[in-house]
């Protein structure tokens, strides 16, 4: 057990519908890091918050957004879903800014039909 | 140059006989190399990780082997078991960022 976690564990929309994804990181940890893994394919970097600012971006499309909040726990939100964004979604966290040692949480498996 | 190359993309092993997954990195400024380990349905966990004033770091059956000069750095797994049947990540981080490699599917045959 990590120490970071993720809800729901599974979870399935149709097309055109909006979902949130929830990450609360391990206590002490100021860092969050989302990643897409789609089937059979590598760790995506989504996006990253450290202490309650947007830190570092990466292949995020436009229709999602996060945030994280006060008490450190982060959101994904995802809208106008598409069948390519079925995936599993990881959250990550770190102690500093920039660590290579990050905790991953199990993940949240989305299905969209 | 902010690519991290991960090969091979599969491999099959022995029970008992060395696995080695081997990665290539371009940018300079990487100065943290780790390595998770990820189990069907699970989330990726650290493994065993590197920095580059060190050529090699041991942790049991598992071992790094970094090459500064050539920038590029392997995970060795001594004597393979089943249990070790996984996913294998590397990669590489810097003040600024992390970027993984693509992966390594790898299956030990009993």
């Known amino acids: 057990d990590s120490g970071v976690t993720q809800t729901p564990k599974h979870l399935i929309t149709a097309t055109g519908q909006r979902v949130t994804l929830r990450c609360s990181p391990r206590?002490?940890?100021?860092?969050v890091y989302w990643y897409q893994q789609s089937l059979d394919q590598g760790l995506q970097f989504l996006i990253q918050y450290y202490n309650g600012e947007e830190r570092a971006k990466g292949n995020i499309l436009e229709r999602f957004s996060a945030q994280q909040f006060p008490d450190l726990h982060s959101e994904l939100n995802l809208s106008s879903l598409e069948l390519g964004d079925s995936a599993l979604y990881f959250c990550?966290?770190?102690?500093?800014?920039?660590?290579?040692?990050?905790?991953f949480g199990p993940g949240t498996r989305l299905t969209v039909l | 140059q902010q690519q991290v190359k991960q090969s091979p993309q599969s491999l099959i092993v022995q029970k008992g006989g060395i696995s080695i997954i081997n990665c290539a990195y371009e940018?300079?400024?990487?100065?943290?190399f780790p390595w998770y380990q990820q189990f069907p349905g699970k989330g990726p966990a650290l493994l065993i990780a590197?920095?580059?004033?060190?050529s090699e770091k041991k942790e049991g059956r598992f071992t790094i082997s970094f090459n500064k000069s050539a920038k590029q750095f392997s995970l060795h797994i001594m004597d393979s078991q089943p249990g070790d049947s996984a996913t294998y990540f590397c990669a590489a981080s810097s003040a600024s960022k992390i970027i993984f490699g693509s992966g390594t599917r790898l299956s030990i045959r009993p």
């Open positions: 990550a966290s770190s102690v500093i800014a920039t660590d290579g040692e990050q905790f």
């Open positions: 206590s002490g940890d100021l860092s």
């Open positions: 940018n300079t400024a990487f100065d943290y």
């Open positions: 590197i920095r580059p004033d060190v």
